[in-house]
């Protein structure tokens, strides 16, 4: 597995590039956000961890830059926890943030956290399953006969990881996708932030609930603002 690290901070870079390697990672590391623009178009890597403050291109705008051809997932570091930080790196869509200075352990567990989501299947959550009737309606589609789950024109292939609107397809982040799947695996239930945190981004303790929050805000612009409905004081849902 391949990381793309992007930090300023020379000791930081260096420091965290040992530590990584340490797991087994390969680090490839720049000290600006140019250069680590051009990194990422250069080669292929399965993950990008980004510092928010970096030199000539910042965090924030790399991570936008990276979004505008990419779904690879994204971590950002924050020197601060400043609350403008965070939501900014998620709205550029970073899939989650940790604050510097980050323990090695923690660290990891998110990298492996996000590398997980490609081979993502819905966990069972603390909700109740929904009935069948409250289901999806599923479809066979195709000489493999995989399902599909149907609401309306939303449909979620759920084998091959795919979803379309209206029969065109609709590219998710990994955050957003797996983020949908355990709502289409759950319709018509609400499913609060907590257990949103433990399934979807396989967190073992409590974080921070603006993640879900600022994925929900992506999704709801890419499947339709009306398709996941807030329940104040409670969570989310799929509407069916």
Partial sequence: MTILLVEDDEVIRRSVTLALERYGYRVVSAGDGLTG????????????????????????????????TSMDPVLMMSARGDALDVVSGL?????????????????????????????????????APAAAGDRGRPERSGADGRELLVFGDLTVDTAGLEVSLAGRPVALAPTELRLLLEFAAHPGTVLDRQTLLRNVWDYGWDGDSRVVDLCVQRLRKKIGADRVETVRGFGYKLRR
């Fill in 37 to 68: 623009l051009e990194l990422f178009r250069e080669g292929r890597h399965d993950l990008l961890l980004l510092d928010v403050m970096l030199p000539g291109l910042d965090g924030i705008g790399l991570c936008r830059r990276i979004r505008e």
């Fill in 91 to 127: 709205e550029a869509g970073a899939d989650d943030y940790v604050v510097k200075p980050v323990d090695t352990a923690v660290l990891v567990a998110r990298i492996r956290s996000l590398l997980r989501r490609a081979v993502y299947t819905p966990a069972a959550s603390g909700a």
